[in-house]
């Protein structure tokens, strides 16, 4: 059987050759193999669920319709799809075709390869064989997750390392050496990551997205949510309205947000409050509107919550940061966001924006008007666990904007010729717009969970 060693010297074998074959059709809500070798076709207008057997079944998904299920020790089992995929529980090999699409592991040892195009490939925990193909692709390693080989990393190719505290290339080139045709990065003591047919003088800086260095930062922006300290005319940290919105509340209608956000100072929507502090996090539920209340907010259906520092903070660069828990629920659009002080629009900078139904994509977006229209620079971003807490944050610099996820990079792109200028925070739960409206309507409400907001000053190393 075919097999390739990983990292650690042990053969991770492939699929063996089918010597059966099996298609979905509209009758069956279930396909079987048999308990040789399988080749199982999915197809996109079929919701199946497709079940190999003993031998080494080879899975072709073609749409999130298509299900593959899989019980322990029966054979080594692939999954190919163009679809982002993440492997479930029993398949040993992964193969993600779709350009910008990402192919995540499980706690087996996997191989995951990628196709033409862009992947963002990550093995999780295991130790894993990363074949990119060909395009630029993103290789993820991370603390405690094993040591991985990548068979074929190129000159336009990026991995993730800023979970090991590499703060400069020059930290990550003195823990290379080479061994025969290979080099290996000791990552930590217990973990390192291999890059076969490679020589140390062919890694530049470029290609690793390494730690987030605090100390060239000075913090000038802390809310830790002990309370909610709303600005009241002359005092106080978060607005709750935009500082066009009317006396009632605001919704953006040109994203075709469904919400309306709930101004706590106004009277007679004073039933629903979207804000609620306990043990130091803030919570901000989207939900639907009572009837009672839909007259007095344009007769939207949902209300949810925004905070702005229009009144008390604005600051020209830095890093600002989140730590937050965003809903996963389908027509949730979470974002933390920097405008312009002076009310003027574009620009714009998104720390993060996420979608519920679709949690491992951050969209990482600035807007400019330097051209003489709307124009604006997209990074889609995919991490495999964004669950619970974690940090979102943008460096803003002169020169250069980096987007940060759990103080490793992520993306980066130059600053706008128009963003220099102070900008302040939002925070807010949107629904729907570009996440969609809601399939349950919001029967259980969404909720957003932050447990701070950060921003600090760039030192004149950045200047």
């Known amino acids: 059987m075919a097999a390739v060693t990983n990292a650690k010297g042990v053969p991770l074998p492939y699929s063996g050759s089918s010597a059966r074959w099996y298609s979905a059709t509209n009758s069956s809500p279930a396909l079987y ?27 072709y998904l073609y749409s999130a319709k298509n299900k593959a299920a899989e019980l322990p020790n029966e054979g080594i089992d692939t999954i190919s799809t ?13 193969t993600v075709t779709g350009d910008k699409q990402y192919a995540f592991g499980n706690a087996l040892n996997n191989i995951v390869v990628g196709g033409s ?3 963002t490939l990550d093995g999780l925990k295991g130790d894993d064989v990363l074949k990119g193909g060909s395009g630029a692709d993103i290789f993820v390693v991370k603390p405690g997750n094993g040591s991985d080989l990548i068979l074929d990393f190129g000159a336009d190719d990026t991995v993730r390392v800023g979970g090991y505290g590499f703060l400069s290339f020059d930290q990550v080139h003195a823990n290379m050496v080479q061994s025969g045709s290979n080099v290996r990065l000791t990552l930590s003591p217990t973990e390192f990551l291999v890059f076969e047919n490679k020589t140390i003088d062919q890694f530049s800086a470029n290609q690793f997205d390494l730690a987030l260095d605090k100390s060239h930062l000075t913090l000038t922006f802390s809310d830790e949510f002990n309370t909610l300290n709303l600005h009241s005319g002359s005092s106080g940290t978060w607005d709750t309205n935009f500082w066009w919105g009317a006396p009632n509340g605001s919704s953006l209608t040109t994203n075709s947000e469904l919400q309306w956000y709930i101004d706590t100072s106004y009277a007679p929507t004073s039933s629903v409050n979207p804000f609620s502090v306990q043990d130091g996090v803030l919570t901000i539920t989207a939900a639907r509107a009572p009837d009672a209340i839909k007259p007095y907010i344009n007769n939207y259906d949902y209300t949810s919550g925004l905070l702005t520092t229009y009144h008390s903070f604005a600051q020209t660069y830095g890093y600002f940061e ?12 979470p974002a933390f966001w920097l405008l ?12 993060v924006e996420m979608i519920g139904q679709d949690p491992n994509k951050l969209t990482l977006t600035s807007h400019s008007s330097a051209t003489g229209s709307h124009t604006k620079v997209t990074s889609t971003v995919y991490a495999a666990d964004t669950a619970g807490f974690h940090k979102y944050g943008v460096l803003w610099t002169p020169s250069e904007l980096v987007w940060y996820f759990d103080d490793v990079e992520v993306a980066r792109a130059p600053t706008p010729a128009d963003m220099h200028k102070p900008m302040y925070m939002l925070v807010d739960q949107a629904v729907g717009g570009m996440a969609g409206a809601p399939a349950d309507g919001l029967a259980t409400p969404s909720e957003m969970h932050v447990d701070y907001v950060h921003a600090y000053a760039l030192n004149e190393w950045f200047i």
């Open 340 to 351: 312009p002080a002076d009310g003027s629009w574009p620009p714009e900078l998104d720390a």
């Open 33 to 59: 193999g048999s308990i040789y070798n399988d080749s199982l076709y999915g197809d996109g207008s079929v919701s199946v669920t497709m079940y190999g057997g003993q031998g080494d079944d080879i899975y």
């Open 117 to 119: 195009g862009q992947q």
């Open 82 to 94: 163009w679809m982002s995929y993440r492997l479930p529980a029993n398949f040993e090999n992964l």
């Open 322 to 333: 989140i730590r937050a828990d965003m809903p996963e629920k389908q027509g949730a659009w």
